[in-house]
């Protein structure tokens, strides 16, 4: 977190780290810092005896050190909502949490505070720093919540970000575009309801962002897949230059340039 905070994000431009399966840190050229779906815990092992959901990525960030001005949930699953990170982000400073109904629930069972918790929901926004966030249409993977989002956190004058959550396919999902992202986390594995990576792939050159970076496909053994599936879907569909591969700890900074600025279509 000392050099998450010391990293220093250059006007117009976006600063994302990658914290393995969904979870993303987002800061502004303001020094405006989000958390996005982080699961630093091995809460999921031994969930199911019949599947290994033992962690396979190390945690990269303690917990306990992870302030941030709000952290952010896509829907209550427990790799999104994990309860022993948002315990110990409380403890560690977050002043403000948001996400929709059941994430909230699993916020209130961890000790946020009512006034603390924020109801984010599709097309609702925002406001902190220098960054406005919007709420997205994500389809739900199964009924054990019916309430998944996502979420486009755009910079004030800079880029904007579209981390989609866990989605199953829907037209709506092309919804986004008008947020015209510069930058689009999206769910790979293709496991449990959730895009495929050629699904994903068609998400993207859908909505055609700048950059497409492959999430939610290393965190367990059984619900896994190879990040290269996404890339040659990427190919055969024609976009293979959007493809990045985050790396888990490591900034990736996306600054605004003439041929990536985009307008936000009314």
Not at 88 to 97: D, E, H
Request: glycine share 8%.
């Amino acid at each position: 977190m000392k050099s998450v905070r010391a990293f220093p994000v250059p006007p117009g431009a976006i600063a994302l780290w990658f914290l393995g399966q969904s979870g993303f840190l987002v800061k502004s050229p303001g020094g405006t810092l989000l958390a996005i779906d982080p699961y630093l815990s091995d809460r999921i092992n031994g969930m199911r005896d019949d599947l290994d959901t033992a962690r396979q990525v190390p945690v990269p960030i303690d917990p306990e050190t992870l302030a941030v001005d709000l952290y952010l949930c896509t829907h209550s699953h427990a790799d999104h909502a994990c309860p022993e990170t948002i315990a110990a982000t409380w403890r560690a400073g977050t002043p403000r949490f948001a996400g929709p109904p059941q994430a909230l629930q699993v916020m209130e069972a961890a000790g946020v505070p009512r006034e603390a918790r924020t109801l984010a929901f599709p097309k609702g926004t925002i406001a902190l720093g220098d960054l406005t966030i919007t709420g997205t249409f994500a389809m739900p993977t199964d009924a054990t919540d019916l309430n998944h989002m996502g979420f486009v956190v755009a910079v004030e004058n800079g880029p904007r970000f579209y981390h989609t959550g866990d989605t199953a396919p829907s037209p709506l999902l092309r919804a986004a575009s008008e947020h015209a992202p510069h930058v689009m986390a999206v769910c790979i594995n293709g496991g449990y309801g959730n895009l495929s990576h050629f699904e994903a792939a068609e998400l993207v050159r859908d909505i055609a962002p700048d950059v497409a970076l492959p999430c939610h496909f290393d965190m367990f053994a059984d619900n896994a897949c190879p990040p290269h599936l996404f890339r040659a879907s990427l190919t055969i569909l024609g976009a293979p230059e959007t493809y990045r591969l985050p790396a888990v700890g490591e900034p990736f900074v996306h600054t605004l340039t003439d041929r990536s600025t985009k307008d936000a279509r009314p």
